[in-house]
């Protein structure tokens, strides 16, 4: 298959190109980019050099739809909007990696985003893309919304218990924390090393673009949720997502009824992995890897449960959920161009 990746120089799009050049079903690949075409990528990121070389090409509508046959779009939000349509009308397969198309309420999207939304014909045709939860329609699916880092951490974490209804939605809390490398490579204030470095703060208090995304899939399944306590914070290391989630059970419920929930949930998700009782994981046995690893346990006293899910926010909350998702597309494995141990230490 030939791909296209708009956006290419983003951490998105070289995380794409990392994985998608050694994806056994992908042919070629062509890069595309409004800031920096006709430069080499070696040239924004050294560590290509003599492996993959490209030019950057503009960003033509008409072009990418003679290259390529699928298009990832690693742009940041109200590109996707635009050129979304115009791809999917010249018969190109879209995976959006912006959260255009996530949010279906296109007045949520424009209250949280600070923007115009896309069009509701367009937002109406894509597919959410959580792989492990959404396979059929992503199989059918010609237009993808890959989903946000801390919504894929979070939704994965909490589907179980709110699939079968058993907790109180009032008492879900999600404390998350991440990476530098989920703002993005724009140099910024927040994230400059002097800011950062030994430093540990919360951000965007009751305002993260994400919360509307996770209380919307969430009420697909339980839809007498209200609303989620959701707080992320930036801890000083590049990958990773941990979040930690509490909520209460809505009847006594056991750490051995629990477990084995979860067991028998993700039974035949490879890239699920629940750690054994009294275990809990931690984002640096995720790293570069498409894992997501949940830790979860019950205090039988308060009835209050604990869940700690990680990730790497760049491949399973980013690039690599997004080549899941065009593995379960095109009827290939999973585990197609993914099939790899993270990098540990």
């Known amino acids: 298959m030939k791909i296209g990746i708009v956006g290419a120089t983003g951490y998105g799009g070289s995380d794409l190109l990392r994985l998608l050049h050694q994806h056994p079903k992908v042919s070629d690949i062509t890069l595309y980019s409004s800031s920096q075409e006709g430069v080499h990528i070696h040239e924004s990121y050294p560590h290509l050099t003599n492996i993959y070389e490209q030019v950057l090409q503009p960003i033509d509508i008409d072009k990418i739809s003679q290259q390529v046959e699928t298009v990832f779009l690693a742009t940041p939000p109200g590109v996707s909007a635009e050129i979304t349509e115009p791809l999917a009308n010249k018969g190109l397969k879209v995976i959006d990696l912006s959260g255009d198309l996530r949010i279906t309420d296109r007045g949520v999207y424009q209250n949280w985003y600070k923007r115009k939304a896309a069009n509701q014909s367009i937002i109406d045709e894509a597919v959410y893309g959580l792989s492990e939860w959404n396979r059929e329609k992503i199989a059918k699916a010609s237009i993808i919304a890959n989903p946000g880092c801390y919504p894929t951490a979070t939704l994965l974490a909490l589907a179980p218990l709110v699939k079968k209804r058993l907790i109180d939605l009032d008492t879900v809390i999600i404390d ?114 498409n894992y997501c690893d949940i830790g979860i346990t019950i205090d039988e006293r308060t009835q209050r449960i604990t869940i700690v899910s990680v990730i790497d926010n760049v491949v399973k909350g980013a690039s690599g959920q997004a080549i899941q998702n065009l593995n379960i597309m095109n009827g290939w494995s999973e585990q197609e161009g993914l099939a790899f141990t993270p990098v540990y230490p």
Do not use: C
């Open 176 to 289: 998350a924390k991440s990476g530098t490398s989920g703002a993005g490579r724009s140099p910024s204030e927040m994230t400059h090393y002097s800011e950062m470095n030994e430093n540990f703060k919360a951000y965007q208090i009751n305002q993260h673009k994400h919360t509307p995304e996770i209380e919307q899939e969430l009420r697909q399944w339980d839809d007498d949720l209200p609303y989620v306590t959701f707080q992320p914070h930036l801890v000083p290391m590049v990958r990773g997502i941990m979040t930690t989630i509490y909520a209460k059970a809505k009847e006594t419920m056991t750490e051995e009824f629990l477990r084995n929930l979860y067991k028998d949930t993700y039974a035949n998700d490879h890239f699920v992995r629940l750690r054994p009782n009294g275990m809990y994981p931690s984002t640096k046995e995720v790293f570069g890897s």
